[in-house]
């Protein structure tokens, strides 16, 4: 089965200043990877996704990710953190099932929560 | 567009009350699937179907019963609710190919 480590439970950044937040996985094969986000009170929504092709992915409010298979990683990244920002992120691998084509069943980790300091 | 639309948003039951939890999205979605998230552990899948009529257990899905009568709806039934099952309560849905899932905004449920 496919789990998913997010190491860092809190992390705080300067506004403006560039972020990193970690993604390992394990999984026998290539899995499908996302982020999501989670506003205090809200639902989540996807930042971005990877499927297959071009290892660095580009999602929405200016977030990208890069699926390392060698190290088993799916780091988010953003050059510049708005206050907008601060939120829970959740890593999310979805491991294909027989259930038919495309389909999978997605495993979360436990989340990064991100401060932003003005 | 109505997307994935969660009924109640809250609700307070003491110990051994039954309840239903609503979820309907109106994307034709094949997938559906319920989740429960408690602090420090992420979200956690509950039970979830790949079309009407089929239904499958997902990793915590002992004091839950699902059905999937109709492509649209997905209804989460507690049958006695019990004090570790306050949580909050997120449905979604996709489709069957190689798309994301889609949230609904959550039932945040209190046991008493």
């Known amino acids: 089965a496919q789990s998913v480590t997010q190491p860092d439970i809190h992390i705080t950044v300067s506004e403006g200043a560039s972020l990193e937040l970690r993604c390992n996985y394990s999984?026998?094969?290539?899995?499908?990877l996302f982020w999501y986000v989670q506003s205090p009170g809200q639902g989540l929504q996807l930042l971005l996704k990877?499927?297959?092709?071009?290892?660095l992915v580009q999602g929405i409010k200016g977030f990208e990710a890069e699926f390392k298979r060698s190290q088993s990683s799916f780091n988010l990244r953003k050059p510049s953190v708005h206050w907008s920002d601060a939120a829970e992120y959740f890593c999310?691998?979805?491991?294909?099932?027989?259930?038919?084509?495309?389909?999978?069943?997605?495993?979360f980790g436990k989340g990064t929560k991100l401060s932003v300091i003005p | 567009n109505a997307g994935v639309t969660q009924t109640p948003k809250f609700q307070v039951l003491k110990t051994g009350q039954s309840m239903t939890l609503q979820c309907a999205q109106d994307?034709?979605?094949?997938?559906m699937s319920w989740y429960r998230q408690d602090p420090g552990m992420g979200l956690r899948l509950i039970h979830y179907?790949?079309?009407?009529?089929?239904?499958d257990q997902g990793e915590v899905p002992n004091g839950y019963n699902v059905s999937r009568s109709t492509t649209e709806d997905f209804p989460l039934r507690l049958l006695s609710a019990a004090p570790s099952q306050t949580s909050v309560y997120f449905c979604?849905?996709?489709?069957?190919?190689?798309?994301?899932?889609?949230f609904g905004d959550g039932t945040r449920l209190s046991i008493l």
């Open positions: 179907s790949v079309g009407a009529g089929i239904t």
């Open positions: 994307m034709n979605h094949e997938y």
């Open positions: 999984y026998g094969a290539t899995p499908y």
């Open positions: 979604a849905s996709r489709n069957s190919l190689n798309q994301p899932q889609h």
């Open positions: 990877y499927f297959s092709g071009d290892t």
């Open positions: 999310a691998v979805g491991a294909p099932t027989y259930s038919g084509a495309g389909s999978y069943q997605l495993t």
